[in-house]
């Protein structure tokens, strides 16, 4: 198996309501690519959001008591943490400089994904935040619809983004989003090298695949928001984001 990642390169600085599937188009063109069968589209977080129009302006937001008292735990804005609570289904952990809420997709996180990096809006950009996509399953599904229209190929589009995790530092990529590709993969009841029949094992492939792509994106100034990906080890099939996450009454973290 080769699995080969490539970022696409040249891809402008995404606005409200740009035609995204348009300019990754040319953006494969410019980078000599013709989708295949079977390939994937990995997309950042932030290029969804900003086409999707998910920018938010601080100096708009009227806190809530709730979220004032958060604020003043938390130490942070009070304008920030009443767009995660309006982002959120449930608050998690709160403490100094910590805010770990369930989002309202399922999947748990800081600060419901809200963040100021890699924006570009307005005057000052400690005014100007980025929520996550409305729907990250939705506009994947969107995006590939568009792009297998064009190509006349069968596609997988995920959309991913940076989270940190229990018990361990640093950020990594992780799914919040995808269409035509399963996020996990069921091997129980297969062999293994020595005939042992798999009992518990499920890939999460979703997630696997994102940190991949998000190795490769990086994290600062690269400006490489969109991955092509060849030779993904498993079939596409239709998949959504609640097959990675976990149910609640078998989450022993919380």
């Known amino acids: 198996m080769t699995l080969t ?4 390169r040249e891809i ?13 188009l040319q953006a494969l063109e410019r980078t000599d690519i013709r989708l295949q069968d079977g390939d994937i589209l990995v997309f950042a977080q932030k290029v969804i959001s900003k086409a999707e129009g998910r920018i938010v302006d601080l100096r708009t937001v009227t806190p809530s008591p709730r979220a004032r008292e958060l604020a003043t735990v938390t130490e942070k804005d009070p ?3 009443e767009l995660v609570l ?5 608050v998690l952990r709160a403490q100094p400089g910590v805010l770990i809420v369930e989002h309202k997709a399922g999947f748990v996180c800081a600060n419901a994904g809200i963040d100021h990096s890699n924006l570009g809006a307005g005057d000052d950009p400690e005014q100007w935040v980025l929520l996550l996509p409305e729907d990250s ?18 596609l997988g589009i995920l959309i991913i983004d940076s989270h940190g995790r229990a018990w361990r ?3 990594v990529g992780i799914s919040i989003g995808f269409s035509g590709l399963p996020g996990l993969v ?19 492939a979703g997630d696997e695949l994102a940190a991949a792509a998000s190795l490769v994106m990086g994290q600062a100034a690269e400006g490489t928001p969109v991955i092509h990906v060849r030779g993904f080890p ?15 009454e078998q989450d022993l973290f919380r």
Do not use: W
């Not at 091997?187 to 518990?200: A, E, H, K, S, V």
């Open 79 to 81: 304008r920030m943490v």
């Open 234 to 248: 498993y079939p596409l099939r239709d998949g959504a984001l609640k097959e990675l996450i976990r149910p609640k």
């Open 169 to 171: 530092q640093g950020t």
């Open 12 to 24: 402008p600085l995404i606005r409200p309501g740009d035609d995204l599937g348009g300019i990754v």
């Open 186 to 204: 069921d091997l129980r009841g297969q062999p293994d090298l020595f005939d042992y029949t798999l009992r518990i094992t499920q890939v999460g």
């Open 137 to 154: 399953d939705v506009s994947a599904h969107n995006l590939r619809k568009q792009l297998e229209k064009v190509s006349g190929v069968g």
């Open 86 to 90: 309006c982002e959120s289904s449930q």
């Open 5 to 8: 990642l490539t970022p696409l």
